[in-house]
């Protein structure tokens, strides 16, 4: 369903952050232990600019969609940094 919601959302943004985060994301898969600690470092700067985007209306359907992408991928790879912190 994320990757639908995705697809739909038009702001340009999100779109280029979104992008950085998918292109993270493609090299995080291929690294050993280390180096996800420093990639899920990098989604997570991504997917916090999002949150703290200045253009965020509720009157957009695409910035609530966004912060819900945003927060799953802190959920997803936050756990990364939380478990050497």
Request: hydrophobic share 30%; with cysteine.
């Amino acid at each position: 369903m994320e990757e639908s919601i995705q697809n739909n959302i038009k702001c340009p943004i999100f779109c280029e952050s979104y992008a950085m985060i998918k292109n993270i994301i493609l090299k995080f898969e291929k690294v050993n232990s280390k180096e996800k600690q420093d990639y899920a470092h990098d989604i997570l700067v991504e997917a916090n600019t999002l949150l703290l985007c200045s253009n965020y209306s509720t009157k957009n359907p695409d910035c609530p969609d966004c912060h819900t992408i945003s927060r799953n991928c802190l959920q997803e790879y936050g756990y990364l940094l939380k478990s050497n912190s």
